[in-house]
């Protein structure tokens, strides 16, 4: 569709919801103004219109090329005629007039563009227009793409056609009685599942856009080569570089980000601004993606069961090895080489079913300690129900599945021990469990060599030693 004049003319359509839905709705059609397109809306009528509301609206939607529809649950109603009888007239009247137009054109016009201010308002974009394309403006990503799209300068320009290559098609042998079908052959799988780590990171990304995308110490840091240059700059493609960079590439990356910050005397887990938290935070969270993709790249060879002790005796390593291993994730406060939920279990619960344990209650009573980073109170009990409803809500505030971890020593040392507690921890309270091997010694050289490249590259990132981590982790 062309533009009739150098000025696009758009009509905003909308529900009076609330006060604040109406301001939102003004402040969107100001900044267009002001960028170049021309807007009406019924807030800027002194009064009563003089040829009275119905007709003013009939001429608006003529005048305007294009008509933004902004889409609540309210306004779906009456656009639908299904609102009580004497509300909300305005919107149900230009509900009727959009879709006769609609239908006089058999659908065949892009004039009806619907904006919505949440994406949970999408399943009330009104049913005539739900082929077309929709604007969630959350974002100022989003904006810009319905800016374009009004001024006609949204996508991008084709290449010139050149001349096809030609070539001989390929042949194939006829089927076979008994013949297999390669497994390779078979219909192409998808791109695997996001892990954990990763959806943590692609929502934490998305929700904080806004300020991300506004700061150059994020978009122009090392690890995300040449960021500040793509074409969009989205949450999408960040997300991306972080996922098809070379791993080792962002993890060095983020500690150079940091071990900047330090010249510069801020500490891991000082955060100048609210801003500043919230790219740092960031950064944290692609090193963790970037360390789960080397760590799934040693492991991957070696063999093991859940219930196999970890292979790295350093605690914030084994968390990242037992998360990629059983496919978990980790939140972290700032500075703090401690995931907030991974607890560990110093004193390993009773095991179920030996005569002379205590048995449930206190099973229930030593993980409400553990989890709340307590010393364990003797004689106290709690109903299992109580502590599964506490750890349910534990992990809906964090965001991530709660773990416990404790050393394959003592009982554990036994396979059959391990595997028995990680079955009863899973079943009785959704406790995910990993074990880990204390003993230096103990580990490969593969083992050692990702353990001691980890705690380089993240040493500046969580501010810690090879000590401290160990009195972290013990505590």
């Avoid at 944290?284 to 093991?304: S, T």
Wanted: charge should be negative.
């Amino acid at each position: 569709m062309e533009h009739r004049g150098a000025t696009p003319r758009v009509f905003i359509s909308y529900s009076h919801d609330t006060n604040a839905h109406r301001e939102g709705v003004l402040r969107l059609s100001q900044r267009l103004r002001k960028e170049g397109i021309e807007t009406r809306l019924d807030q800027y009528v002194n009064g009563t219109p003089a040829e009275k509301w119905p007709r003013w609206m009939l001429n608006q939607i003529d005048w305007a090329e294009f008509i933004l529809l902004v889409c609540t649950e309210t306004y779906y109603r009456r656009f639908r005629g299904h609102e009580e009888p004497g509300k909300g007239k305005g919107a149900d009247w230009e509900g009727a007039v959009i879709t006769q137009e609609l239908y006089d054109a058999r659908s065949a016009t892009i004039r009806f563009v619907p904006v919505l201010f949440d994406a949970i308002d999408e399943r009330f974009i009104p049913e005539p227009v739900r082929g077309h394309t929709f604007y969630v403006l959350n974002t100022e990503q989003a904006y810009q793409d319905l800016y374009d799209f009004l001024l006609g300068q949204a996508g991008v320009e084709p290449a010139p056609v050149g001349i096809p290559r030609r070539k001989s098609r390929r042949s194939a042998k006829p089927l076979v009685s008994g013949a297999q079908v390669d497994s390779g052959a078979r219909a192409g799988a998808g791109p695997p599942p996001l892990t954990e780590l990763q959806k943590l990171l692609k929502s934490y990304l998305q929700e904080n856009w806004p300020t991300l995308s506004t700061r150059q110490e994020f978009t122009r840091a090392d690890l995300f080569l040449d960021l500040e240059t793509a074409t969009p700059l989205s949450p999408e493609r960040v997300f991306a570089i972080v996922c098809d960079r070379p791993a080792l590439e962002v993890l060095l990356g983020a500690r150079e980000f940091f071990e900047a910050r330090a010249a510069r005397g801020f500490s891991a887990a000082a955060a100048v601004s609210e801003a500043d938290g919230i790219v740092c935070s960031a950064i944290v969270r692609c090193a963790l993606v970037a360390a789960e993709r080397y760590v799934r790249a040693k492991v991957a060879a070696d063999a093991h069961r859940d219930h196999d002790p970890v292979r790295s005796s350093e605690h914030l390593v084994a968390c990242i090895e037992a998360a990629v291993r059983l496919g978990f994730g980790l939140c972290f406060s700032a500075g703090s080489p401690q995931p907030e939920n991974v607890f560990r279990l110093v004193h390993p619960v009773p095991e179920p079913g030996v005569p002379g344990e205590e048995g449930v209650a206190l099973s229930a009573a030593e993980l409400l300690a553990t989890i709340e980073r307590r010393e364990l109170q003797t004689g106290q009990e709690y109903d299992p129900d109580y502590l599964r409803t506490f750890i349910r809500r534990r992990a809906r505030k964090l965001g991530a599945a709660l773990v416990v971890s404790t050393d394959a020593a003592g009982r554990f040392e036994s396979a059959e021990k391990r595997a028995e507690l990680l079955k009863d921890l899973q079943e009785q309270f959704e406790l995910r469990t990993f074990f880990q091997q204390r003993a230096d010694d103990a580990m490969p050289l593969w083992a050692r060599q990702m353990q001691d490249s980890l705690l380089h590259a993240l040493g500046p990132i969580f501010d810690f030693s090879r000590s401290s981590t160990d009195r972290q982790a013990n505590r």
